[in-house]
């Protein structure tokens, strides 16, 4: 009975013990969970007149938040190569005298300062703090899990201002991310200027109007877009390097290639395709593997790219390569023999590893999508970036490849967060606490493949940006907070450190700092649309042929929310009917979407929605927005017609959905 006594107490002291941990912890909110807070009691009056010693390299950064003033020495913020730390470790010890910070080296400085911040008021991000306050007497000592923690970032799809861009570097860094994956190429645009090349962001940076590139995801009546010049993203180096985020770029090769393909058509395969289907567009996007002129012009652009951003790795792509192209290129195929190639992926491995050469010459290691290590034939050197799904990322980790592990279905935050929500959803849906379950272990990694990732990122494609920005605050905040704080502790924290309604507690403290820091975050559900969803008797036709034999007949039944292609794009005066067998009631709301119902593409780029009480005579009711367009009846109605008004959308198909259909 003693000894059942003693286990008893013995457990129920442990179990106090770990509880007590977790309060210290929780109740500061700190985000992402140190390795390890030791409350000591007591509080350190901090008071403005203090004074503040920090090394010079990031006294500038300390600057922004605390101001030194002329008492006694207060807090000392210093790296110290003797702690017995890992590496971008820290100690942060609070106590009655004052705050000394140690980092075992620059980034384990500036990782503790992230820490250090969080310790005062709230109201210290949106401004320096300039009145007294109280912090809890403690030590921290702390190092991170990964060493990428990783944050990607699109901007060919939709351009960001550099404000805009360095704004998001200061939230991932505040939260300790490390690296900013910037997407600067792709089929939509050419970002960055290349001094010896000036045609390609005069021409490529932009798209509609008079631009060769043609629209694709919606603002099809206007000419749009931008590039960052060479001094603009030297400087933006600089920002994200004094806040501890390394840039490493991105020019997408040798697929996603249309822009630049539309400044020099001649880098692309001397292969004929039929443009009927897209309006006489031609969408080929893909680098000929054998035009030995085409590696000196990527050449060009990547001495200038390594000029620009010192980092160790340039990332160069290597994904959704359309090989056919390659297949039919009378050039490819006699390269491709006189290399005693067997399979269209060792063409693809020769022009990666083309690439690979250059930047080995200026001292710089590749980085790819998992797609091109699939020939086997890529070096080991290159760092493998896993986004189709956690599958794949295994494969390249087993396979012996530095891997980044970024799948879709867990990291990618342009999936929608809620059924309700906007965003892509081909990863389905992405909650914050689908994005904190990320664990090697219950994925099947071997002790091999965990040896081999190097870190997680979260990625942001910006594909309904351009038709979003209207619609939010910040469109690009709302999609990645706070999934990027449970991003930034899968990174950190070890996985048995981590538990969800732990960090759940944590974040609803940490909301206090992002509404500081301007975080314009995720806040809760959207709000559901009004009304009861009807679905009265239909028929849908339309003047574009299916690629379906049944399509018709499922929309007509309502079936398939994902919608059917057409065979060609559209034509003006190409219309979509929907006949109902009844007659709709005045106030009726009917949503009407061309396209994707996610994302503005494969639509209508211009039309009219025109309404027929009987079925017979057509009138004019509204306009289509990128596509689309929510109307309120305003009288009975037995028809309704969508007519396009121009030719083209920038792909060879159209999506036609059937109508969601309200009633109060």
């Not at 350190?44 to 030194?68: C, G, M, R, T």
């Not at 603002?219 to 490493?248: K, M, N, P, W």
């Not at 272990?441 to 920005?469: I, M, P, Q």
Request: with cysteine.
């Amino acid at each position: 009975m003693k000894i059942k006594t003693r286990l008893f107490l013995l457990c129920a002291a442990l179990l106090a013990w770990v509880e007590s941990f977790a309060t210290n912890s929780s109740y500061l909110g700190l985000m992402p969970q140190p390795r390890s807070v030791e409350l000591s009691g007591g509080v350190f009056a901090y008071n403005p007149s203090q004074v503040v010693v920090a090394e010079s390299w990031i006294d500038d950064y300390v600057s922004e938040y605390l101001h030194s003033g002329c008492g006694r020495v207060a807090i000392v913020i210093k790296q110290d190569g003797g702690l017995r730390l890992p590496a971008e470790g820290y100690e942060l010890v609070v106590s009655t005298e004052g705050i000394v910070l140690r980092g075992v080296d620059r980034a384990g400085v500036i990782n503790g300062f992230h820490t250090l911040l969080q310790l005062f008021p709230a109201e210290i991000y949106s401004s320096s703090l300039d009145s007294a306050c109280e912090i809890p007497c403690l030590r921290i000592v702390d190092w991170p899990e990964y060493s990428y923690r990783g944050q990607h970032l699109d901007v060919a799809r939709t351009y960001s201002s550099v404000e805009q861009i360095k704004e998001f570097v200061s939230h991932i860094a505040h939260h300790k991310l490390n690296h900013l994956h910037l997407h600067l190429t792709d089929d939509e645009g050419w970002r960055v200027e290349i001094l010896s090349h000036p045609e390609l962001t005069d021409v490529a940076a932009y798209r509609g109007g008079d631009s060769p590139i043609w629209p694709i995801y919606g603002a099809f009546d206007q000419r749009y877009g931008g590039y960052y010049t060479q001094s603009e993203l030297r400087e933006l180096v600089e920002y994200a390097a004094q806040r501890g985020v390394t840039i490493v770029p991105e020019i997408d090769l040798p697929g996603h290639s249309l822009a630049i393909g539309k400044v020099h058509p001649e880098i692309l395969c001397p292969v004929e395709r039929d443009n009927s289907a897209s309006a006489g567009y031609d969408r080929r996007n893909v680098w000929c593997v054998s035009r030995e002129e085409n590696y000196a012009l990527l050449e060009d652009i990547l001495v200038e790219l390594c000029d620009i951003f010192p980092s160790e790795y340039i990332h160069i792509g290597g994904d959704e390569v359309d090989t056919s192209l390659w297949r039919d290129c009378p050039h490819c195929l006699a390269l491709y023999n006189q290399k005693g190639m067997t399979s269209r992926s060792e063409l693809h491995s020769y022009f990666m590893l083309r690439l690979m050469d250059i930047l080995a010459k200026q001292g710089r290691k590749a980085a790819m999508w998992n797609e091109a290590a699939e020939s086997g034939l890529i070096p080991h050197s290159v760092r493998m970036h896993g986004w189709e799904g956690v599958e794949e990322c295994r494969t390249v980790a087993e396979a012996g490849y530095k891997t980044i592990v970024m799948p879709g279905p867990y990291f990618y935050f342009d999936m929608r967060q809620s059924k309700e929500d906007d965003g892509h959803n081909w990863a389905g849906v992405v909650t914050t606490k689908k994005c904190y379950s990320v664990d090697l272990s219950k994925f099947g990694y071997s002790s091999l493949a965990k040896g081999n990732v190097e870190g997680f990122s979260g990625a942001f494609w910006s594909e309904l940006y351009v038709t979003h920005k209207d619609k939010y605050e910040n469109y690009l905040e709302y999609q990645t907070f706070p999934r990027i704080c449970a991003l930034s502790e899968v990174c950190w924290l070890p996985q048995q450190m981590r538990e969800w309604s732990d960090f759940e507690r944590r974040l609803e403290q940490h909301k206090l700092r992002m509404d500081s820091m301007g975080v314009s975050y995720r806040k809760g559900e959207p709000t559901s649309p009004t009304g009861r969803q009807i679905t009265p008797g239909l028929k849908v036709t339309t003047s574009l042929p299916m690629s379906r034999d049944n399509a018709l007949e499922k929309l007509s039944a309502y079936a398939n929310d994902y919608g059917y292609r057409t065979k060609r794009t559209c034509h003006e005066g190409d219309w979509i009917l929907y006949e109902f067998a009844g007659t709709l009631k005045k106030g009726t709301t009917v949503q009407l979407t061309t396209g994707y119902r996610h994302v503005a593409r494969g639509l209508f780029p211009s039309g009219v929605v025109e309404v027929s009480a009987d079925g017979i005579t057509f009138t004019d009711y509204a306009p289509l927005n990128n596509g689309s367009c929510t109307i309120r009846l305003n009288g009975p109605t037995r028809a309704i017609r969508l007519r396009s008004t121009r030719t083209g959308n920038g792909d060879s198909y159209v999506f036609v959905q059937y109508p969601v259909i309200r009633v109060e």
